[in-house]
């Protein structure tokens, strides 16, 4: 273990773990609060279908529709759907799973570092790097499942560190990693394997066995369930490449980890970097080490642009990197005074608050402050427009994460999935070049209402914003049976153009 240096002087009452938590929660309480009105639109996905669910109407986006898996956060809808049983609004329970999720892990944070015994302010400036990072307290605060899913890793991780023997509690916590994101199911197994590996002790061949095949079998009914109630064994929706070359997703995979180190912090980056050599003869520190390292390949893996849903991949495993920096600063703190040292890490929290919040405006901040207007990802339809959506209207749209969760009486044409499709079936993802096949399905549904994402110009004309987009709206059956009944504004230029078909068909 990291003990405290021999001979330094340290006040008790500054080593007391109760007061590190105490002060770091009411911190991310704050925090929390600043980001609690900002609503990622990904979420109105997994709520109409929660919703859908206790109405009784199955994991289905659209009433009679079959049924789909949505974004795969299987877990979070699960707690939705009981929240809404409860009588209680399902915007607000995601925001208290997400705002327990985030105050356990300070919580578990701050007894793994206190386990190692850490310096009080080593600890201090680990959790304080993890509350004050923006981009990781935005996602926390947007209502996604990214507060449940490093709950769950960082739980497995503390588990396997600190516990000697693991059974069916650190199974559950697995299994639930695995409900919450896809990629959980491999990480569950790399934590059990790192486990065997790295115990510190004799290999504990029977419990390694033992868990193993214990969670190969739960993830077997698991892939049964999923198949017997979606029709696959795989989601769906797993977040894979998008379009473009193996060097260009290099090339951003590297950008967002190097935006995601600036929004992390300059000097807690540093430390951690310090940390991690600093703990490398210790084994069992070597299991959040891989996991850090295998979470960064995943977002590597991922590619595709460098914005905001990326960096939300990043942001998983922020609370790990804090640990880290916390190790940083005790190898540190071993030559410098306790004085020095209290001063020196309240001047590298400011700093990396202040580097964070710059490093996070053009993404972040810039959604929900600079642009004079919250974003909550969804469109509200104007009341005399909701009067004229009766019982099975159709909706086309781009993205599904705009409609309101609460219009489920309705069935939705999801265009961003439709294309998605049509370009699987292409070669080099050349469809942007061939729309026809997408919008003749359009028009064959013959959708009541279509909500359309659009860029204003500093003019006064409206633009399709995709390509698809534009061979709708410039399509002749567009023109002659579709009228525009709303514009709402989203962020900056962009909009949402509701055209509505004379008449709606009842």
């Known amino acids: 273990m990291m003990n405290i240096k021999p001979g330094r002087k340290t006040d008790r009452l500054f080593d007391s773990n ?111 790097s993890l509350v004050f990072c923006i981009p990781y307290s935005y996602w926390l605060g947007s209502g996604t499942e990214n507060g449940l899913y490093s709950l769950f890793l960082v739980a497995a991780v503390y588990m396997s560190i600190l516990q000697k023997k693991l059974g069916l509690q650190f199974i559950t916590v697995l299994v639930c990693l695995c409900l919450i994101r896809p990629e959980g199911v491999a990480f569950s197994l790399l934590i059990l394997g790192l486990r065997f590996l790295f115990s510190g002790e004799e290999r504990p061949f029977f419990e390694f066995f033992r868990n193993t095949i214990l969670f190969s079998v739960i993830c077997l009914a698991l892939l049964i369930w999923r198949y017997t109630t979606f029709g696959e064994l795989l989601p769906n929706t797993y977040y894979a490449k998008t379009g473009g070359s193996l060097l260009i997703n290099a090339q951003n995979s590297v950008s967002i980890i190097r935006l995601g180190m600036q929004t992390f912090g300059l000097p807690m980056t540093v430390l951690m970097v310090i940390g991690f050599f600093s703990v490398m003869k210790q084994k069992r520190l070597l299991i959040p080490m891989c996991v850090l390292i295998s979470g960064m390949a995943f977002v590597v893996y991922t590619g595709g642009d460098v ?18 920096a916390g190790f940083g600063l005790e190898r ?71 409609i309101p969760y609460k219009l489920n009486h309705c069935r939705i044409i ?23 096949p997408v919008v003749d399905y359009v028009f064959e549904k013959t959708p009541d209402l279509m909500i359309l994402n659009t860029i204003k110009t500093s ?38 153009a509701v055209f509505q078909r004379s008449p709606i068909s009842k």
Do not use: C
């Open 18 to 128: 109760i007061l590190l938590t105490g002060l770091a929660l009411a911190a991310y309480l704050i925090v929390f609060y600043t980001f609690s009105s900002v609503l990622f639109d990904d979420i109105f996905v997994s709520l109409r279908y929660a919703k859908n669910m206790a109405d009784g109407f199955g994991p289905t986006f659209s009433k009679g529709v079959p049924p789909v898996e949505g974004y795969s956060n299987t877990l979070l809808v699960w707690m939705v759907v009981v929240f809404i049983k409860m009588g209680i609004d399902p915007l607000f329970a995601v925001k208290i799973i997400s705002l327990f999720a985030g105050g356990t892990v300070i919580i578990l944070i701050s007894q793994l570092l206190k386990h190692f015994e850490l310096h009080f302010i080593a600890r201090l400036t680990a959790v304080f």
């Open 332 to 402: 540190i703190s071993a030559w410098i005074p306790f004085r020095q040292l209290t001063f020196a890490a309240f001047v590298l929290i400011a700093i990396n608050i202040l580097l964070s919040y710059r490093a996070s405006l053009p993404t972040y901040l810039d959604q929900t402050w600079k642009s004079g207007s919250t974003f909550n990802g969804h469109i509200t339809l104007s009341k005399s427009l909701q009067k004229k959506v009766p019982e099975g209207t159709t909706i086309a749209l781009w993205d599904i994460g705009i």
């Open 459 to 496: 003019g006064t004309g409206i633009f399709p914003e995709y390509p698809v987009i534009g061979a709708i709206t410039s399509d002749s059956r567009f023109k002659k049976n579709y009228k525009i009944a709303q514009i709402q504004h989203t962020i900056g230029p962009y909009y949402l």
């Open 307 to 324: 914005n905001v849903p990326r960096l939300r991949f990043f942001v998983l495993y922020v609370p790990i990197m804090s640990v880290f």
């Open 414 to 436: 999801d265009l961003t999935g439709i294309t998605d499709s049509f370009i699987s079936r292409t070669e080099g993802g050349h469809f942007q070049r061939n729309t026809k």
